[in-house]
């Protein structure tokens, strides 16, 4: 009995892990010499991604169990026997589905190209495909091939289109990758599912669909190096100017996709990239899912990937009736609106060249430098700094002039008022070819804004400190990342803040962390302004990628800033111990 239980026990550990491993596995490296044609993916910047297959049928509920998180996952998470998961197809019939709207939603909403799930993990093909009886037009009683029409009328919008494929996981399939509930993976022949498979179905896809702009490939396995290098000259063979996902694996792919839900900490040079997001948390239809970024949050998120130079390609997940979801339409519409306006500030865009600011965030053209603001200060004046001298500044919006004035450090722009709450463009014609995005200037502080952050980016570690992304989940699989000073433990381990500090006055300093509470307690100092701050940590949570990690918020000073000029603050553990905490962010919020 001992042992039958210690057997169930570590299979189940193996199970987690297994599941752990497959889903944190984002291949980030690409070629050194991609496809060369892939300007207009880099110009392009918004992307529709859509995750639609049998899950959009079950939307995470399956025979009554609710299972909240990704819904694509449902099957593997729920060990669903592929025979029983393969049924949901009888039902499956999205008679809603209509080619041309969907090309319009991504169109009124700005975006320049849409992927979608040709075939997920399940292993179901959502179009017509000889190689597997396991698709749309055999297996549902639609018999129709959405990606045709689909294909089509994205073109005509004068869209790229792409599909996504999951060419290593395949849980239908005895000698596909993951579905080991079903299948004895000591059995397992991958080159059989890629020669039988996986490789057929990906030449249909380039065969028979048109010009495609790319393949989205995700969680390579059980291809070498050279075998993937022989699955990218097939692709070429038929289509040369399809773009190929990082994850393909083996680093040979064109562009490079982040973690899900990931924007890399600083702009990471010259290379084709994007960042993904889903609209909510789930990338298939999930009945439970309502948390549903709002336009502004996109307006924002779209800003924040752009300003570091890549794109984002943001997901949504259509029910089983083939229909968007009702806010995905709605907000997605209307951030299509502010692109109407303010696009020439996103489209073609190269990373900004000042670093983030109170107020907001820039993108540049060769003699343009955008200013997105966010957060107009009290004053109007929006503070550039080491930018000393331009041509002109506008709102993009109405081209109405602003004055401009010599500043401490830089240029300062008058904004008389926000014109946009997502976000308020200025366009400067520059007068000389700016300097290079400089990640370690100092943070500019001021009482002019509601609060001042400086994000554990802008931290100068020493010792053993670093600065580290730190992937959490609150439901299964919906990756949360968070740039995080840590390994303080002990006082050698610390960091320096550099601020300029431009209003005088009153500063309420407040630290941002996680801490588990076994380790809260242990004592840092913070010196600030000529003066020594201790404090004691408070607990949080535990760090386990597969959990939420809880921050809280923890004032441990107030200091006077009696002339403007450049502070640095220093933190660190006081004493020898373990992991003071993850620093996310230290704030300094004027007290008005
Ligand atoms: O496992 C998939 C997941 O379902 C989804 O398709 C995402 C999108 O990037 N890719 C995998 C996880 O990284």
């Given at each position: ?11 189940q ?18 070629s050194?010499?991609p496809?060369p ?7 392009a ?9 049998l899950?959009?049928?079950?939307g ?31 039902k499956f ?93 000591a ?13 057929p ?10 010009s ?23 692709v ?15 680093g ?98 190269t ?32 503070f ?9 500044a ?6 109405q ?31 000389s070819?700016?300097?290079?995005l ?63 500090i431009t ?6 300093v ?19 302004n ?18 939420p990690?809880l ?42």
């Amino acid at each position: 009995m001992k042992q039958l239980l210690i057997i169930l026990l570590l299979t189940q550990f193996i199970f987690i892990k297994t599941n752990a491993q497959e889903t944190e596995r984002w291949d980030k490296e690409v070629s050194a010499t991609p496809n060369p044609s892939q300007q207009w993916f880099k110009d392009a910047k918004f992307g529709m991604f859509i995750h639609w297959g049998l899950f959009a049928q079950a939307g995470g509920v399956w025979q009554g169990k609710d299972y909240y998180g990704i819904s694509e996952w449902m099957m593997n998470r729920g060990k669903i026997p592929a025979v029983n998961y393969a049924e949901l197809a009888k039902k499956f019939n999205p008679t809603k589905f209509n080619a041309k709207e969907w090309a319009q939603l991504a169109k009124d909403a700005g975006m320049k190209y849409m992927v979608i799930t040709a075939k997920h993990h399940e292993g179901f093909a959502m179009f017509d495909s000889k190689v597997s009886d396991f698709n749309i037009v055999k297996a549902t009683p639609y018999h129709q091939d959405p990606m045709k029409s689909l294909a089509q009328a994205v073109r005509d919008a004068g869209l790229h289109f792409g599909f996504y494929y999951s060419q290593y996981l395949d849980w239908h399939e005895p000698n596909g990758g993951g579905n080991r509930w079903d299948f004895n993976e000591a059995k397992k022949d991958y080159q059989a599912y890629y020669r039988t498979k996986s490789i057929p179905q990906i030449k249909e896809l380039l065969n028979n669909y048109g010009s495609l702009g790319l393949i989205w490939f995700d969680m390579p396995g059980g291809l070498s190096k050279e075998e993937t290098q022989k699955l990218i000259d097939d692709v070429r063979k038929i289509q040369p100017g399809c773009l190929i996902s990082s994850r393909v694996g083996n680093g040979l792919g064109d562009f490079k996709d982040y973690g899900d839900g990931e924007i890399p900490a600083t702009a990471p040079g010259d290379g084709a990239w994007e960042a993904l997001f889903t609209h909510n948390d789930s990338w298939g239809y999930s009945k439970f899912d309502y948390n549903f970024k709002t336009p502004k949050e996109i307006v924002r998120l779209l800003t924040t990937v752009s300003s570091k130079g890549g794109n984002l390609i943001l997901n949504v997940g259509p029910d089983s009736t083939g229909q968007m979801p009702e806010y995905s339409v709605k907000y997605l519409r209307l951030v299509g609106k502010w692109l109407k306006v303010n696009g020439e500030a996103i489209y073609g865009t190269t990373a900004g060249f000042i670093n983030p600011q109170p107020w907001g965030l820039t993108t540049s053209k060769p003699d343009k430098l955008y200013l997105h603001v966010f957060e107009r200060p009290k004053d109007g004046l929006i503070f550039i700094p080491g930018l000393y001298q331009i041509k002109k500044a506008y709102l993009l919006a109405n081209k109405q002039p602003l004055a401009f004035v010599k500043a401490n450090g830089g240029i300062s722009i008058k904004l008389p008022y926000l014109i946009d709450p997502y976000n308020t463009v200025i366009a400067v014609d520059l007068k000389s070819k700016p300097i290079s995005l400089n990640v370690d200037a100092p943070v500019t502080v001021s009482n002019q804004y509601t609060n001042n952050a400086l994000d554990a980016i802008n931290a100068h570690p020493s010792g053993k400190a670093q600065i580290k992304s730190i992937t959490y989940s609150h439901y299964f699989g919906d990756w949360k990342h968070t740039l995080c000073l840590v390994e303080m433990a002990t006082p050698e381990d610390g960091a320096i803040f550099l601020a300029n500090i431009t209003t005088p006055g009153d500063y309420k300093v407040t630290l941002e962390y996680a801490c588990p509470p076994a380790l809260a307690g242990q004592e840092g100092v913070m010196n600030l302004n000529g003066k020594n701050y201790q404090f004691a940590t408070l607990a949080t949570s535990d760090y386990e990628s597969h959990k939420p990690l809880l921050f809280i918020k923890q004032t441990i000073a107030i200091t006077t800033i009696l002339k403007a000029g450049l502070y640095r603050l220093n933190i660190h553990p006081l004493h020898n111990g373990n992991e003071l905490f993850k620093l996310k962010t230290i704030w300094l919020e004027p007290v008005n």
